[in-house]
């Protein structure tokens, strides 16, 4: 017997629905292929993009599908944006108008109508005369326009149609009325987009309370101010400077046991207060409030009377324990042991916490210790809270931000979470993707023209969908070296610079008054530091006035209120710093001495930045009128209490 034959394998098959010829592909903005939403706030008005290719030469048409988190789908037709070698790319803008997560989509059909006509008015402009097939496939089309229509539109649509198969009718007559203007707006009133295709997947985007752009700080200790009471005294004064937020380290309760006394010292005495940072005794934990400094009822009162006044109160979001935490003894599963069963202190060497632990984020009850940490977060939610800032959020979980936040923005879309993250960049970026609405920057460290403006122009460009900046002039952990030895002059231009190259910023108290002693020689801590004794603190600095002024002049400058948009400009001195802003119309061109007594130079105004040859500007800290133009614009700025040029540009 002759072997057995064996049987060719059957045949690939088509699909079994007919796919879409348009294709439609990488809608913008994106993080990550998807995988992460781009950031927005609300009221932007946002353009929103995707490609349309399509093989053959069809008129092609697109829509944007918008659905916000609430209400019905809201359609936008797309334009065609890209005339370059690709010559494929396609967008509408939409106003965001609702805080949460929207989701959208593009569809993208051929337009056999508009085709039709395209190809028809080619063959009568080369001259030719019999056009009796094309009329009568053009009356076809026509007739389904006609179906999907109704009402005065379906009628005209069909009128037309009878006058373009009409071969009773002269030609021309019939080329007229298939070409009339009035009738292409009837039917692109009714498209075919039985055959549209569109993305993959929906994109989504997050839109979020405007503070989570745009907002300046001031961070105080409430203990340095006569408790919750005495900040709730001081905050007609800080909305009158024009702050948007007040930041409060924890005013939960302190640990006694290894509690710190001044200037870090390992022993505290019996007055001293500790670290806000080592939190819970007996009394409570992270959702208690310090009896020294008020009761809950405080606390939700000072809240209260800061939105009154159009404050916000932002609460430090500390996950760290004293030994005196009521979890260590409820709890002990949530916490890191060592081999012969003690807990290990918290460390970031050189810099060593003998008074806190850390929680363990791979523990058994790794989902208990999540759920308990949500807890904290709606309690003080529930006490009126709106903006958390998270200390050192990237020594925790990601996955657990990520989980938290988004179960915080369901439920309560106005929150913003600040990430006090000083650590390398791609973290830092991380934690913006995985919902972070703002962070902390490396600004107090960029001090030089050439490292600020490398800077600035990477968080300007692409890094902007997924990491808001917040640049902080110093905190209670960082007093540079040139605010050491810079001296007042340095102080007023890192506030101008602050102020004016990020939407957001903040200030700790006590720059405003110069503070600027360093513990040690080659330390970045503050002698005496608030962090471990309490100050008697009065809001009178001689900076004070300067900041009213910045915070007046941001909010009314628009281009000062956005990160793109920003355009680091030629000074041909390196002690001098330049660059324009420009967002809604409004262009704002500043330049800021550095360093020196004085410095002279030029701002070199480009001409793509859409100006005149010649304009006029008004330098808004000292309403000084100037004539500017295109290229080279000489500038001369002196140390002192306003080193700089803030200069609008004035509306012809």
């Not at 053959?56 to 599908?65: D, I, K, S, T």
């Not at 107090?444 to 800077?455: D, F, I, V």
Request: charged share 25%; proline share 8%.
């Amino acid at each position: 017997m002759s072997p057995a034959r064996s049987r060719p394998a059957p045949p690939f098959q088509p699909p079994t629905s007919r796919p879409a010829r348009v294709l439609v592909s990488r809608p913008q903005p994106e993080v990550d292929g998807g995988r992460h939403a781009p950031k927005a706030t609300l009221g932007d008005h946002v353009e929103l993009s995707v490609d349309v290719i399509r093989d053959g030469h069809e008129v092609l048409r697109a829509e944007l599908v918008v659905s916000p988190p609430s209400g019905p789908a809201r359609t936008t037709p797309m334009v065609h944006v890209d005339a370059g070698a690709l010559g494929v790319r396609w967008a509408a803008t939409v106003e965001l108008d609702q805080l949460g997560t929207w989701t959208w989509t593009a569809q993208a059909w051929a337009d056999a109508l508009a085709s039709w006509r395209h190809e028809l008015t080619r063959k009568v402009d080369g001259g030719q005369d019999d056009l009796a097939s094309e009329l009568a496939e053009g009356a076809l089309l026509l007739l389904a326009a006609a179906e999907r229509a109704e009402g005065e539109d379906r009628a005209a649509i069909e009128a037309a149609a009878a006058t373009v198969a009409s071969t009773a009718t002269p030609q021309p007559e019939r080329v007229a009325a298939a070409l009339d203007p009035l009738l292409a707006e009837r039917t692109d009133r009714h498209p075919d987009r039985s055959r549209a295709g569109a993305l993959a997947e929906p994109a989504r985007l997050v839109v979020d309370p405007v503070l989570a752009r745009f907002g300046a700080w001031y961070e105080l200790f409430p203990r340095s101010w006569g408790g919750l009471a005495g900040v709730r005294r001081r905050l007609p004064a800080l909305a009158q400077l024009g702050f948007d937020v007040v930041y409060l380290p924890p005013v939960s309760p302190i640990g006694r046991t290894n509690r710190k006394g001044p200037n870090n010292a390992l022993t505290a005495g019996p007055d001293d207060p500790g670290s806000p940072w080592a939190i819970g005794d007996a009394t409570g934990g992270h959702d208690a409030v310090h009896p020294e400094l008020g009761t809950v009822a405080d606390f939700e009162a000072l809240v209260a009377d800061a939105r009154e006044l159009g404050l916000e109160v932002a609460l430090d979001l500390a996950i760290q324990c004293s030994a005196d935490h009521p979890w260590l003894t409820e709890h002990p599963e949530w916490f890191q042991h060592r081999p012969d069963g003690t807990l290990k202190y918290a460390e970031n060497p050189p810099k060593k916490y003998q008074d806190i632990y850390n929680v363990d984020f791979d523990c058994a009850d790794w989902a208990g210790l999540w759920a308990a940490l949500r807890d904290v977060v709606l309690t003080w939610i529930d006490r009126g809270v709106r903006v958390f800032r998270v200390d050192n959020p990237h020594t925790k979980a990601v996955p657990f931000w990520e989980w938290l936040i988004a179960g915080v923005r369901e439920r309560h879309p106005d929150v913003v979470f600040l990430a006090e993250a000083f650590t390398y960049r791609a973290m830092m970026q991380q934690l913006g993707k995985v919902g972070f609405q703002q962070g902390y920057t490396y600004f107090t460290w960029k001090q030089s023209a050439h490292e600020l403006g490398e800077y600035v122009t990477e968080l300007a460009g692409p890094e902007r969908h997924l990491f808001r900046p917040n640049f902080f002039v110093n905190t209670p952990d960082i007093l540079t070296e040139q605010l050491q030895h810079g001296g007042p002059s340095v102080f007023a231009s890192r506030l101008i610079l602050a102020a004016t190259l990020s939407p957001s910023y903040g200030v700790y108290s006590g720059y405003e008054s110069f503070e600027h002693v360093a513990v040690r020689p080659g330390s970045e801590e503050y002698l005496d530091s608030e962090k471990f004794q309490a100050h008697e603190r009065h809001l009178d600095g001689p900076l004070l006035p300067l900041v009213a002024d910045l915070n007046r002049i941001r909010r009314s400058q628009p281009a000062l209120g956005r990160i793109e948009g920003t355009r680091v400009l030629d000074t041909e001195n390196p002690a001098l710093f330049a660059y324009a802003k420009r967002a809604d119309g409004d262009t704002v061109l500043c330049v800021v001495l550095l360093e020196g007594e004085w410095a002279e130079g030029v701002c070199i105004v480009p001409d793509d930045l859409g100006l005149p040859p010649s304009f006029e500007v008004v330098d808004r800290l000292t309403d000084e009128r100037f004539s500017w133009h295109l290229g080279r614009n000489y500038v001369r700025l002196e140390a002192g209490p306003r080193p700089a040029h803030i200069l609008a540009v004035v509306a012809p």
